[in-house]
T-cell receptor
Framework: GQQVMQIPQYQHVQEGEDFTTYCNSSTTLSNIQWYKQRPGGHPVFLIQ?????EVKKQKRLTFQFGEAKKNSSLHITATQTTDVGTYFCAGTNAGGTSYGKLTFGQGTILTVHP | EAQVTQNPRYLITVTGKKLTVTCSQNMNHEYMSWYRQDPGLGLRQIYY???????DKGDVPEGYKVSRKEKRNFPLILESPSPNQTSLYFC?????????????FGPGTRLTVT
């Protein structure tokens, strides 16, 4: 079945440094979503990418969807302590009939040292 | 306020004692889903429902049951819980009947099976 691998599992940065997490799927995706989960909280939707090669920005966050629609990345510029949390990617398979299946990556836990 | 609610938030139970975790959403969403979250494994989909009376298996359905008799409710049933079902459970909902939409998550239910 579909697998979504996310790396790194952990990332420790100093405040002001950049951060990137990568997501790779074993199959072609129809779309990819990114979520953030604060410690003790629930996942909160950040963004969805649909088109091959798509790049979207939200303030200091940049999201990319690969040309082959099998990988994605989230880049945070100049991290702040408010960026602390776990970042997840999640994708649905292209084609087929499993429109309800959503596969999450393992998540990247980001800690930011002030 | 638009939200997904889960009850109970915390539950400690013993092996074999049937339990139900309720999930309700007030956003008139067609799609609902259950996930479990375990360290290092991210979120794994248990079951999902595209609409009333339509449910299907996710990636880890063994040991769980669901029902969708009403649009707003999607309870998760553990007929005979075992210790390996100790986990953090999240319910989520979205429009309109696919996983390819922004997921709204509930606050989570932390289950311990002894």
């Amino acid at each position: 079945g579909q697998q979504v691998m996310q790396i790194p599992q952990y990332q420790h940065v100093q405040e002001g440094e950049d951060f990137t997490t990568y997501c790779n799927s074993s199959t072609t995706l129809s779309n990819i979503q990114w979520y953030k989960q604060r410690p003790g909280g629930h996942p909160v939707f950040l963004i969805q990418l649909v088109k091959s090669g798509e790049v979207k920005k939200q303030k200091r966050l940049t999201f990319q969807f690969g040309e082959a629609k099998k990988n994605s990345s989230l880049h945070i510029t100049a991290t702040q302590t408010t960026d602390v949390g776990t970042y997840f990617c999640a994708g649905t398979n292209a084609g087929g009939t499993s429109y309800g299946k959503l596969t999450f990556g393992q998540g990247t836990i980001l800690t930011v040292h002030p | 306020e638009a939200q997904v609610t889960q009850n109970p938030r915390y539950l400690i139970t013993v092996t074999g004692k049937k339990l139900t975790v309720t999930c309700s959403q007030n956003m008139n969403h067609e799609y609902m889903s259950w996930y479990r979250q375990d360290p290092g494994l991210g979120l794994r989909q248990i079951y999902y429902s595209m609409n009333v009376e339509v449910t299907d298996k996710g990636d880890v359905p063994e040991g769980y049951k669901v029902s969708r008799k009403e649009k707003r409710n999607f309870p998760l049933i553990l007929e005979s819980p075992s210790p390996n079902q100790t986990s953090l459970y999240f319910c989520a909902s979205s429009l309109p009947g696919q996983a390819r939409r922004e997921q709204y998550f509930g606050p989570g239910t932390r289950l311990t099976v002894t």
